[in-house]
């Protein structure tokens, strides 16, 4: 059996200052679920190397959220966000407990892990997620994905143009896609504004920030989507990491 976990922190200041948004307590206890559930999932799967309650809480409660922290607290409209290559179900999990009325999809391609998030989505009572098993580069050209999200989020599963290539075929024009990174430089907007050339987006702005806890510098990239992407977009499986554009 395994010992009980510490709880996470609440810093209702932080979240606050820092997103303009904080969890009701039911929320917290989502969170505090989530955190107990990554935990013993760990010991079948590699869901995470992050297990402290203050690592967790910041790398991936907090830093999930920071994405998308420019729709966090609009209420005026319900958006669909899919999380391509969530893994542990991060950033998705802990948007849709923070946003309930959104429509979130979790895209991995390891079936063992989206059976475990089919389980923990139900013991959370997040009736609005869904999961799907399935390659990027595949996915974007389904009808039942390609071009019908309005946020898709991205960690650093690739480089940034190998990442915009998962996830503008995703998105509806006028869309956003979010690429969460660590450190980013000048040559790397450079590389990613020619990718997004071919794939129909702009960069929107890109947010460089520091973490709240640990004082680590992170940065997201906001693209937009201003044209349809071609039909040839994402290419067959595996090209786009193997050739970026």
């Given at each position: 059996?395994?010992?009980?976990?510490?709880?996470?922190?609440?810093?209702?200041?932080?979240?606050?200052?820092?997103?303009?948004?904080?969890?009701?307590?039911a929320?917290?206890?989502?969170?505090?679920?989530?955190?107990?559930?990554?935990?013993?999932?760990?010991?079948?799967?590699?869901?995470?190397?992050?297990?402290?309650?203050q690592?967790?809480?910041?790398?991936?409660?907090?830093?999930?959220?920071?994405?998308?922290?420019?729709?966090?607290?609009?209420r005026?409209?319900?958006?669909?966000?899919?999380?391509v290559?969530?893994?542990?179900?991060?950033?998705?999990?802990?948007?849709?407990?923070?946003?309930?009325?959104?429509?979130?999809?979790?895209?991995?391609?390891?079936?063992?892990?989206?059976?475990?998030?089919?389980?923990?989505?139900?013991?959370?009572?997040?009736?609005?997620?869904?999961?799907?098993?399935?390659?990027?580069?595949?996915?974007?050209?389904?009808?039942?994905?390609?071009?019908?999200y309005?946020?898709?989020?991205?960690?650093?599963?690739?480089?940034a143009?190998?990442?915009?290539?998962?996830?503008?075929?995703?998105?509806?024009?006028?869309?956003?896609?979010?690429?969460?990174?660590?450190?980013?430089?000048?040559?790397?907007?450079?590389?990613?504004?020619?990718?997004?050339?071919?794939?129909?987006?702009?960069?929107?702005?890109?947010?460089?920030?520091v973490?709240?806890?640990?004082?680590?510098?992170?940065?997201?990239?906001?693209?937009?989507?201003?044209?349809?992407?071609?039909?040839?977009?994402?290419?067959?499986?595996?090209?786009?990491?193997?050739?970026?554009?």
């Amino acid at each position: 059996m395994m010992p009980a976990l510490s709880p996470l922190p609440n810093p209702i200041d932080i979240w606050q200052q820092t997103l303009n948004w904080q969890p009701a307590a039911a929320q917290q206890q989502q969170y505090q679920r989530l955190y107990e559930a990554i935990v013993a999932g760990n010991q079948q799967l590699n869901l995470t190397r992050i297990i402290d309650p203050q690592d967790f809480w910041e790398k991936h409660l907090w830093d999930s959220l920071r994405g998308v922290q420019p729709w966090l607290s609009d209420r005026r409209t319900a958006l669909r966000l899919i999380d391509v290559g969530t893994g542990g179900g991060f950033p998705g999990l802990p948007v849709a407990i923070a946003r309930p009325d959104w429509t979130i999809t979790l895209l991995d391609s390891t079936r063992k892990k989206i059976v475990f998030l089919d389980t923990l989505v139900a013991e959370l009572g997040l009736a609005t997620v869904k999961t799907w098993v399935d390659r990027a580069e595949q996915a974007g050209h389904l009808p039942q994905h390609r071009e019908v999200y309005d946020i898709a989020a991205i960690r650093a599963v690739a480089t940034a143009s190998v990442c915009a290539e998962y996830v503008l075929p995703l998105l509806k024009l006028g869309g956003s896609a979010v690429l969460y990174r660590g450190q980013w430089s000048d040559r790397e907007t450079e590389a990613l504004q020619v990718a997004l050339d071919l794939l129909g987006g702009r960069i929107d702005h890109i947010d460089a920030f520091v973490t709240p806890l640990t004082a680590n510098t992170r940065h997201c990239i906001y693209i937009q989507k201003v044209t349809c992407t071609p039909m040839e977009y994402p290419r067959p499986v595996g090209i786009p990491a193997q050739k970026p554009l």
